[in-house]
């Protein structure tokens, strides 16, 4: 029953290993996002889609590639992981992308060695 | 776009006391300033909002006052307690976007 969901929690893998991590939400939103929260905890917005359209691409090398095959999943493909790559990935949603809450899923732990 | 400063980057209070972290945000399009909180290990929630329309929010032990001239918005924990550590982050958005900002966090102790 939880509301935002992702797959998996902890991710260990090898530099240039292509990698996915999934995101669900039962909300009924119209937006979803993926941050990147690295060692010092600084929450950085990496991709925004609404109802399946991207609306934010950040600056971010194109080895990251979201995908929204509908408006309640947004994943995110990984290609060629660096070391530097190591970090908590969130999703997160919210109602229209609005004026509105954001709420996170639980994260997941990518480790690239 | 936005940039959102975040102080003090670590604070220790000692329990009962009162906790204040502040934000100052760029760009004065933001309208709506939520804060959330992250436990160790967890996921950021949120524990307040603040619209862009209102200069003060309080719920229990938590509050939130926004001045737009200045562009700075606080939170203020009275009466602390333990479980009041975690690191919290305020963020900004803009009516322009629907992209958060957040700042860079504060991790904050209660020494019980």
């Known amino acids: 029953d939880t509301a935002v969901s992702q797959t998996p929690k902890y991710l260990v893998t090898q530099m240039g290993n292509d990698k996915s991590i999934k995101c669900e939400q039962n909300?009924?939103?119209?937006?979803m996002y993926w941050y990147k929260q690295d060692s010092k905890k600084f929450l950085k917005i990496m991709f925004s889609?609404?109802?399946?359209?991207?609306?934010i691409n950040e600056t971010v090398p194109n080895r990251f590639s979201p995908k929204s095959p509908d408006k309640a999943h947004l994943n995110l493909h990984i290609n060629s992981l660096e070391l530097g790559d190591s970090a908590v990935y969130f999703c997160?949603?919210?109602?229209?992308?609005?004026?509105?809450?954001?709420?996170f899923g639980p994260g997941t732990r990518l480790t690239v060695l | 776009g936005e940039n959102v400063e975040q102080h003090p980057s670590t604070l220790s209070v000692q329990e009962g006391d009162s906790a204040v972290i502040k934000c100052t945000y760029s760009?004065?399009?933001?309208?709506?300033f939520p804060w959330y909180k992250q436990e160790l290990g967890k996921r950021p929630q949120l524990i307040i909002d603040?619209?862009?329309?209102?200069g003060e929010k309080k719920d229990q032990r938590i509050a939130v006052t926004l001045n737009k001239t200045a562009k700075h918005f606080s939170l203020h924990i009275t009466e602390t307690q333990p479980e009041d550590s975690a690191v919290y982050f305020c963020?900004?958005?803009?009516?322009?976007?629907?992209?958060?900002?957040f700042g860079t966090g504060t991790s904050l102790t209660v020494i019980p």
């Open positions: 997160a949603s919210s109602p229209s992308g609005g004026v509105d809450t954001q709420y």
């Open positions: 603040i619209r862009s329309n209102v």
């Open positions: 760009d004065s399009a933001s309208n709506y």
């Open positions: 963020a900004a958005l803009t009516n322009t976007g629907n992209q958060f900002y």
């Open positions: 889609y609404n109802n399946k359209e991207l609306i």
């Open positions: 909300l009924g939103h119209d937006t």
